[in-house]
């Protein structure tokens, strides 16, 4: 299997969706994804709040 360390330096991802199911949020400073999965999550940086 193919799988992927997701980090983005100095940033507090929080995932809200994985693979179309709505979860409660998770704040994470990284996490795996693999093949054909999705996630859906905001990420927080010095009280600025974006979604990707």
């Given at each position: 299997?193919?799988?992927?360390?997701?980090?983005?330096?100095?940033?507090?991802?929080?995932l809200?969706?994985?693979?179309?199911?709505?979860?409660?949020?998770?704040?994470?400073?990284?996490?795996?994804?693999?093949?054909?999965?999705?996630?859906?999550?905001?990420?927080?940086?010095?009280?600025?709040?974006?979604?990707?």
């Amino acid at each position: 299997m193919i799988f992927f360390d997701v980090r983005i330096q100095e940033l507090t991802i929080s995932l809200v969706v994985s693979d179309g199911n709505y979860v409660l949020p998770v704040s994470v400073d990284e996490f795996r994804l693999g093949l054909a999965e999705t996630y859906n999550a905001n990420k927080r940086r010095d009280g600025c709040s974006n979604t990707f």
